[in-house]
């Protein structure tokens, strides 16, 4: 009985070995691809910062107006004006909702019909 119990020790002991070197080595590939993952990050950061510049660059407003005033005879475009934007009372806002006690009843068309009896 005493032997068995050693064997089932031994086996136990062996399994979770096994186990645990399962386990270090997934944690090690997990953290290889952490590490993969943080570099690319940085990497999208970097060129996102780059790309934010590049707009800051080109969007100068005296770049801009230069490059209207180039292309003014194919554009036609022009400052904007206060006279170009309409007023808030031209905005046509929709009706506030009914009540629930104001709501219409039922059309009439929907109502079923009375037959009238005939002779």
Same mark, same amino acid.
């Given at each position: 009985?005493?032997?068995?119990? @050693?064997?089932? /020790?031994?086996l136990v002991v062996m399994a979770l070995a096994f186990w #645990?070197?399962?386990?270090?080595?997934?944690?090690?590939?997990?953290?290889?691809? =952490?590490?993969?993952?943080?570099?690319? =990050?940085?990497?999208?950061?970097?060129?996102?910062?780059?790309?934010?510049?590049?707009?800051?660059?080109?969007?100068? *407003?005296?770049?801009?107006?230069?490059? /209207?005033? =180039?292309?003014?005879?194919?554009? &036609? %475009? %022009? $400052?904007?004006?206060?006279? &170009?934007?309409? /007023?808030? #009372? &031209?905005?046509? @806002?929709?009706? $506030? *909702?009914?009540? *629930?006690?104001?709501? *219409?009843?039922?059309? %009439?068309?929907? %109502?079923?019909?009375?037959?009238?009896p005939t002779p």
């Amino acid at each position: 009985m005493r032997s068995l119990f @050693y064997v089932l /020790t031994a086996l136990v002991v062996m399994a979770l070995a096994f186990w #645990a070197y399962r386990e270090n080595y997934r944690t090690q590939a997990k953290l290889t691809e =952490i590490d993969r993952l943080q570099s690319e =990050i940085g990497h999208l950061r970097e060129s996102l910062n780059v790309l934010k510049a590049e707009w800051a660059y080109l969007n100068r *407003p005296d770049r801009l107006r230069e490059l /209207t005033e =180039i292309n003014f005879d194919r554009l &036609q %475009l %022009l $400052p904007l004006r206060a006279a &170009q934007f309409g /007023t808030a #009372a &031209q905005v046509d @806002y929709p009706a $506030p *909702p009914l009540p *629930p006690e104001m709501e *219409p009843a039922e059309p %009439l068309d929907a %109502l079923p019909q009375a037959q009238e009896p005939t002779p």
